[in-house]
């Protein structure tokens, strides 16, 4: 159980396209989602905070117009780069907050990852 | 602010020997959480552990240990007869209740030689 898919898992896409990462809560409701951000050899960086129905919260440094989040249900968030370019390739991981409990209250579980590359 | 500071950036080790990695953090909040995760080189985070701000009983599982203690705000991880199999990115995280979010420490590469 408590099981959270992030699709793709690898993609590769040209400078100036959006590339989407979908993440998803399988088994549990998650009423709350953050996205993180990790460079080669680097730690995570939380993005944002995605909260179903309502606008994601980001972080400091982070654009929010190039960085578009959508959390439309409670078992899907997406992550949207737009107009991308190398300096975005990275490791982008989400993490789904188990909200009313089905596993562990207010547990957080992470994805397997999406990783980015931006030629 | 919420901080997490992991000052061994690598350690390696050989076998069998037991290894010992740190983890001190700092937050305003008397009510936390703390973990610790393992990323192998596939990139996925294995949680290991949460513990929460009211118990510092240290724990074991198998041949993992945790050391809790608020008086140096440090929640340290020893892996006892370690294994090639344990060579990973360990990191440490703090989550504060008010707002959830988990912040990370910068991570310790492990090697473990055969």
């Known amino acids: 159980g408590a099981v959270v898919s992030q699709h793709p898992s690898w993609v590769i896409c040209k400078s100036g396209t959006s590339v989407k990462i979908e993440c998803r809560s399988l088994d549990f409701q998650a009423t709350t989602m953050f996205w993180y951000r990790q460079f080669p050899k680097q730690s995570l960086m939380l993005m944002a905070t995605s909260n179903e129905g309502s606008k994601a919260t980001y972080e400091q440094g982070v654009e929010k117009d190039k960085f578009l989040i959508n959390h439309a249900s409670l078992t899907l968030s997406t992550l949207t780069v737009t107009s991308a370019h190398p300096e975005d390739s990275s490791f982008y991981i989400c993490?789904?907050?188990?909200?009313?409990?089905?596993?562990?209250?207010?547990?957080?579980?992470f994805g397997p990852g999406t990783r980015l590359t931006v030629t | 602010a919420q901080k997490v500071t992991q000052a061994q950036t690598e350690i390696s080790v050989v076998e069998k020997e037991d290894v010992t990695l740190d983890c001190v953090y700092e937050t305003r909040d008397t009510t936390y959480y703390l973990f610790w995760y393992k990323q192998p080189p596939s990139g996925e985070l294995v949680f290991l552990i949460r513990r929460n701000s009211f118990d510092e009983q240290n724990e074991i599982s198998g041949r993992y240990s945790w050391n809790f203690q608020k008086s140096t705000s440090s929640f340290n991880f020893t892996i006892t007869a370690s294994q090639v199999v344990d060579s990973a990115v360990y990191f440490c995280?703090?989550?504060?209740?008010?707002?959830?979010?988990?912040?990370f420490g910068k991570g310790t590469r492990l090697h473990i030689l055969p």
């Open positions: 995280a703090l989550s504060e209740v008010r707002d959830d979010k988990i912040i």
């Open positions: 993490s789904a907050r188990d909200a009313i409990g089905t596993f562990s209250s207010y547990e957080q579980y």
